[in-house]
Nanobody, 122 residues
Framework: QVQLVESGGGLVQAGGSLRLSCAASGRTFSNYAMGWFRQAPGKEREFVASINWNSRRTYYADSVKGRFTISRDNAKNTVALQMNSLKPEDTAVYYC???????????????WGRGTQVTVSS
């Protein structure tokens, strides 16, 4: 199992930026494609972005394309999400997880970290 700890969330005004980080431990981090997901109040958890093991492939939900950038550092076992031009509809708890490397948008593990809250004010 992979243990995941997300950080970097906060309160930001619309148009602002935040950088989220996820620290992974447990299994060999570089073996896995990784991704970010988010869950807004009253909504299902949804895919945000994913990245393959060597950073050569990235995938984004249409709602964040052009504004968010996913990256990873296998030496540090971390994956980051740079979020620019934030909108109130980006408000959610953000989680990282390994992702299925066929779909690129579904989580590979059932367990989740605590997530990090992102709140965007209008």
């Amino acid at each position: 199992q992979v243990q995941l700890v997300e950080s970097g969330g906060g309160l930001v005004q619309a148009g602002g930026s935040l950088r989220l980080s996820c620290a992974a431990s447990g299994r060999t981090f570089s073996n896995y494609a990784m991704g970010w997901f988010r869950q807004a109040p009253g909504k299902e958890r949804e895919f945000v972005a994913s990245i393959n093991w060597n950073s050569r492939r990235t995938y984004y939900a249409d709602s964040v394309k052009g504004r968010f950038t996913i990256s990873r550092d296998n030496a540090k076992n971390t994956v980051a999400l740079q979020m620019n031009s934030l909108k109130p509809e980006d408000t959610a708890v953000y989680y990282c997880n390994a992702v299925n490397s066929i779909t690129w948008s579904t989580p590979a593990f059932d367990s989740w970290g605590r997530g990090t809250q992102v709140t965007v004010s209008s």
